[in-house]
T-cell receptor
């Protein structure tokens, strides 16, 4: 597609509920990132994929967070037993290649706003 | 202490005026610095990317500068328009670990007619 798309755009969950957030990166983009953005803050890194391989998941805040990209394209971020502190915008971004020192443009999706009641 | 700090936190200007946003970083060793524009409810959009050897880069009415010695960058917006109202985020990546971008908290710019 023309850009990175995410669904749903908005999600309201009751505390303890599981949620799944989807990201469709730009076709052909090798790298895919997930970020968490709290209100009024900059995005915080969660995890990174190169094709189907999850190369860095050091930003995932707890073992309730799980991400996958099984075929190297669409990615899903799953949050189990959601807590109120999980409320944030979850941004997905993709780029053509690995960001190794080079200025690959990182293209962001519109984000999914998760509200946990 | 944040590794990427931006100032001011928020800014209000009149349409047609110029403004300059600041970014100071402590990330080391440095790889590149990016400025993003984020409209409310949207994902960030890239404005400029600068590597160590670049001092200035323009994108239309946006001009970014970089001083890698003092670890400072600025984003200058010329002849502001109402559509410039957004958050502007400075993002730095560290050499050898460029996968993990380090974001500032942004400057919220409001342009009034």
């Amino acid at each position: 597609g023309a850009g990175v798309s995410q669904s749903p755009r908005y999600k309201v969950a009751k505390r303890g509920q599981d949620v799944a957030l989807r990201c469709d990166p730009i076709s052909g983009h090798v790298s895919l990132f997930w970020y968490q953005q709290a209100l009024g803050q900059g995005p915080e890194f969660l995890t990174y994929f190169q094709n189907e391989a999850q190369l860095d998941k050091s930003g995932l805040p707890s073992d309730r967070f799980f991400a996958e990209r099984p075929e190297g394209s669409v990615s899903t971020l799953k949050i189990q037993r959601t807590q109120q502190e999980d409320s944030a915008v979850y941004l997905c971004a993709s780029s053509l290649g690995r960001l190794l020192g080079a200025a690959y443009v990182l293209v962001f999706g519109p984000g999914t706003r998760l509200t946990v009641l | 202490k944040n590794q990427v700090e931006q100032s001011p936190q928020s800014l209000i200007i009149l349409e047609g005026k110029n403004c300059t946003l600041q970014c100071n970083y402590t990330v080391s060793p440095f790889s590149n610095l990016r400025w993003y524009k984020q409209d409310t409810g949207r994902g960030p959009v890239s404005l400029t990317i600068m590597t160590f050897s670049e001092n200035t880069k323009s994108n239309g009415r946006y001009t970014a500068t970089l001083d890698a010695d003092t670890k400072q960058s600025s984003l200058h917006i010329t002849a502001s328009q109402l559509s410039d109202s957004a958050s502007y985020i400075c993002v730095v990546s560290r050499r050898y670990n460029t996968d993990k971008l380090i974001f500032g908290t942004g400057t919220r710019l409001q342009v009034f007619p």
